[in-house]
């Protein structure tokens, strides 16, 4: 059985930074799309960053992420991060990683992605 699981959430205040962990059991990450989601109250679930395989290193960032936000991976410990820095009030939501095994999808785009974390919970507040 597939399993990811998140950890790295909380609360930290307007500037701060934070580290996402994705741990994975029953798939190997390096060979799958995945990405990074949150979904903040009143909100539809947005990508957030996003990888294809090991094979194309090349990553996707919604655009208020770009410049602060990088998501990697490392194939030894199975395990993709999310280093999120310069934290807004505005990126507090509750963040998801998600994996596609599906042979055609668009990166980042939720629906395409068919394993999904528990999601862990971000605030960021003074």
């Known amino acids: 059985q597939v399993q990811l699981v998140e950890s790295g959430g909380g609360l930290v205040q307007p500037g701060g930074s934070l580290r996402f962990t994705c741990a994975s059991s029953?798939?190997?990450?390096?060979?799958?799309?995945i990405g990074w989601f949150r979904q903040a109250p009143g909100k539809e679930r947005e990508g957030v960053a996003c990888?294809?395989?090991?094979?194309?290193?090349?990553?996707y960032y919604e655009d208020s992420a770009k410049g602060r936000f990088t998501i990697s991976r490392d194939n030894a410990e199975n395990t993709v991060y999310l280093q999120m820095n310069s934290l807004k009030p505005e990126d507090t939501a509750v963040y998801y990683c998600?994996?596609?095994?599906?042979?055609?999808?668009?990166?980042?785009?939720?629906?395409?992605?068919?394993?999904w974390g528990q999601g862990t919970q971000v605030t960021v507040s003074a």
């Open positions: 990888l294809r395989t090991s094979h194309d290193s090349s990553a």
């Open positions: 029953g798939f190997s990450l390096n060979h799958y799309a």
């Open positions: 998600a994996l596609s095994t599906m042979l055609q999808f668009k990166l980042c785009a939720s629906a395409d992605y068919d394993y």
